[in-house]
């Protein structure tokens, strides 16, 4: 697979998991994908926010920036 532009081999990425199987895609937590999207949030009376947002590792995003 390629890993261009995939969340694995981004700056902004921190791998959480760390499955050692063949094929395995890990998950992590983006610092920056949060400022790129809107998700809506129920969460008190003063609103919620999103810390991070987890995605597997061979994600694709237009925020990539390489290590």
């Known amino acids: 697979?390629?890993?261009r532009n995939r969340c694995s081999s981004?700056?902004?990425?921190?791998?959480v998991?760390?499955?050692?199987?063949?094929?395995?895609i890990n998950s992590g937590t983006c610092?920056?994908?949060r400022d790129g999207i809107d998700i809506d949030?129920?969460?008190?009376w003063d609103?919620?926010?999103?810390?991070?947002?987890?995605t597997e590792g061979n994600f694709g995003c237009v925020f990539h920036i390489p290590k």
């Open 17 to 24: 998991t760390d499955w050692k199987y063949d094929g395995a």
């Open 47 to 54: 609103g919620g926010y999103v810390n991070f947002v987890e």
């Open 10 to 15: 981004c700056k902004f990425w921190t791998q």
């Open 31 to 33: 610092k920056r994908i």
């Open 41 to 44: 949030v129920h969460y008190g």
């Open 1 to 3: 697979m390629d890993d």
